[in-house]
């Protein structure tokens, strides 16, 4: 069955007033009315799929049962069942009210400054982030099977100002899954309207609380890209393998790095064959591990056509999923790395795919050569000298993770350095090595461990990234001022830039 809510689709649905009121005059916002959303809710109820539709009335005389069933109705409850099942006094024949279930008041246990709880009852809605996690976790591509999925969430008479808090957290969550919100009447205009993802702009007060930025804490950024950078049999992949499982387990990347929700993985893998991915995997975790989590888990090998990043096919199967392109430059289609205006090119194609529902993007990437050399980089590692057109991706960008490999001998095992060039809060580089993937804490800098030091210019840039003062770098390098601070400006560059600056600077290369 198809219905117009086939997106991250919110519909609003304003009733037109029964009767005159002097001085008032609703306008008609749409074609569609009231009555035509009523018949599309009762067609989801005949899907073959399971599910129910779950109703919040918002009503406070809920507080009334201490054990409520949501499928008996009273109140308002009783009200939006009688509309939704009856015609004038007769049951309808076109729809199935057996997969209507109420929302019960939410229990919150509260922790007061003098150590002292108490228990409230509050009606259920989206302005308690424990029912917005309820249902994320109740949307079917992510359902227990031991829990009833969702099919529509219907919202009636919400307070905007506090019941909708955490609405864009289910939008985001629930890719596809159809919400309406009955408003009561409004003076000025009657009708439904369709957000389909759009936004309009925001003041301070209508912002959203943006309480989860990272995937995988310090590491993967959510709803934005993340580059890994590595060049080959550096340990990227199983890198990104692992990291993928603590997204589908929850369990901390490497005991250290917390993941604050599970999600579905999709990873992208055109370099390797199933079979070569698949010995990946197994040195990575067990097959009984993969095995727990093979609905949350999908893999697109060489084997498989190779989609690109605006492609219908590529947005369905990446809405409701973290995604890992293994690597970048299959999916980035440039012909000219260093270009500015095709890195923003890419940068829209990436942020079109976070808009269409995926929960964010790592790309593993290979750094041009020089990266390599010593006389070139000083083995100091910067997103100038890291990613090409760095220009251009520098404000795309909320994660970029750089990994070298310490054995001598590439073929030795995994023995991985890691830093973080773009990652607040990470602190130091550290190091992981052998299979099972094991922390061995923080590092000393790639520099110092390889025994160079590069030019006095990279050296500036490497203490500053320590947060030593401008004095104590002048004097431990014999430098000036001025070197600093040049230093210091071409560091924030890049660090600084945010997305929407990206789109809105005309200049090209800096």
């Known amino acids: 069955m198809s219905t117009t809510n086939n997106k991250a689709v919110v519909t609003h649905i304003y009733p037109k007033m029964s009767f005159g009121i002097e001085g008032v005059k609703q306008r008609p916002i749409s074609d569609e009315r009231e009555c035509d959303v009523w018949y599309e809710l009762r067609e989801l109820t005949f899907d073959l799929e399971p599910g129910c539709i779950l109703v919040a009335t918002h009503e406070s005389a809920h507080f009334l049962l201490e054990e409520p069933n949501p499928r008996v109705s009273f109140g308002a409850d009783a009200d939006f069942h009688r509309m939704f099942e009856y015609k004038d006094g007769t049951?309808?024949?076109?729809?199935?009210?057996?997969?209507?279930?109420?929302?019960?008041?939410?229990?919150?246990?509260?922790?007061?400054?003098?150590?002292?709880?108490?228990?409230?009852?509050?009606?259920?809605?989206?302005?308690?982030?424990?029912?917005?996690?309820?249902?994320?976790?109740?949307?079917?591509?992510?359902?227990?099977?031991?829990?009833?999925?969702l099919m529509a969430l219907v919202l009636v008479d919400p307070q905007d100002w506090c019941h909708l808090k955490y609405l864009d957290k289910v939008v985001n969550g629930c890719p596809g899954l159809p919400i309406y919100i009955?408003?009561?009447?409004?003076?000025?205009?009657?009708?439904?309207?369709?957000?389909?993802?759009?936004?309009?702009?925001?003041?301070?007060?209508?912002?959203?609380?943006?309480?989860?930025?990272?995937?995988?804490?310090?590491?993967?950024?959510?709803?934005?890209?993340?580059?890994?950078?590595?060049?080959?049999?550096?340990?990227?992949?199983?890198?990104?393998?692992?990291?993928?499982?603590?997204?589908?387990?929850?369990?901390?990347?490497?005991?250290?790095?917390?993941?604050?929700?599970?999600?579905?993985?999709?990873?992208?893998?055109?370099?390797?064959?199933a079979g070569r991915f698949k010995k990946f995997m197994q040195r990575i975790a067990p097959p009984e591990v993969w095995k727990q989590h093979e609905e949350d888990c999908i893999v697109r090998p060489l084997d498989c056509?190779?989609?690109?990043?605006?492609?219908?096919?590529?947005?369905?199967?990446?809405?409701?999923?973290?995604?890992?392109?293994?690597?970048?430059?299959?999916?980035?289609?440039?012909?000219?790395?260093?270009?500015?205006?095709?890195?923003?090119?890419?940068?829209?194609?990436?942020?079109?795919?976070?808009?269409?529902?995926?929960?964010?993007?790592?790309?593993?990437?290979?750094?041009?050569?020089?990266?390599?050399?010593?006389?070139e980089t000083g083995n100091i590692l910067t997103l100038e000298n890291q990613i090409l057109g760095s220009a251009g991706f520098g404000g795309l960008l909320r994660s970029c993770i750089a990994i070298r490999n310490l054995n001598q001998d590439a073929n030795e095992g995994l023995w991985c350095y890691v830093q973080g060039l773009k990652n607040p809060g990470l602190g130091k580089p550290f190091q992981v090595k052998g299979f099972?993937?094991?922390?061995?804490?923080?590092?000393?800098?790639?520099?110092?461990?390889?025994?160079?030091?590069?030019?006095?210019?990279?050296?500036v840039k490497a203490m500053l990234s320590e947060g030593k003062t401008n004095k104590e770098i002048c004097e431990a390098l014999n430098v000036s001022a001025n070197t600093v601070t040049s230093c210091n400006k071409e560091l924030k560059l890049f660090a600084d830039l945010p997305t929407d600056e990206v789109f809105q600077n005309e200049e090209g290369e800096e």
Request: hydrophobic share 35%; with cysteine; net charge negative.
């Open 91 to 149: 049951r309808r024949e076109d729809v199935h009210s057996g997969r209507l279930r109420f929302a019960r008041p939410k229990q919150l246990t509260r922790t007061h400054h003098d150590k002292t709880t108490t228990v409230e009852l509050l009606p259920w809605n989206l302005g308690i982030r424990q029912c917005a996690d309820e249902v994320i976790a109740r949307y079917k591509p992510h359902y227990d099977s031991a829990t009833e999925p």
């Open 182 to 273: 009955f408003h009561g009447v409004h003076p000025d205009k009657y009708g439904v309207e369709r957000e389909a993802g759009r936004k309009e702009d925001y003041t301070f007060s209508t912002l959203p609380e943006d309480e989860e930025e990272d995937a995988l804490q310090h590491l993967l950024a959510k709803y934005a890209l993340t580059m890994m950078t590595a060049p080959s049999y550096a340990g990227k992949t199983h890198n990104a393998i692992s990291m993928g499982l603590s997204l589908v387990s929850g369990d901390a990347w490497l005991g250290q790095f917390q993941v604050p929700e599970k999600m579905r993985v999709r990873y992208f893998v055109p370099e390797l064959t």
């Open 305 to 375: 056509d190779l989609l690109m990043l605006d492609s219908p096919e590529m947005i369905e199967k990446c809405r409701g999923c973290y995604v890992f392109l293994d690597t970048l430059g299959y999916f980035m289609g440039l012909d000219d790395n260093n270009s500015y205006a095709a890195a923003i090119e890419f940068a829209k194609r990436i942020n079109h795919l976070i808009k269409e529902g995926c929960l964010g993007v790592c790309g593993l990437y290979h750094p041009p050569k020089y990266s390599k050399l010593k006389k």
């Open 436 to 459: 099972p993937m094991e922390y061995l804490g923080e590092s000393r800098y790639l520099s110092e461990l390889l025994g160079t030091t590069g030019t006095k210019k990279d050296q």
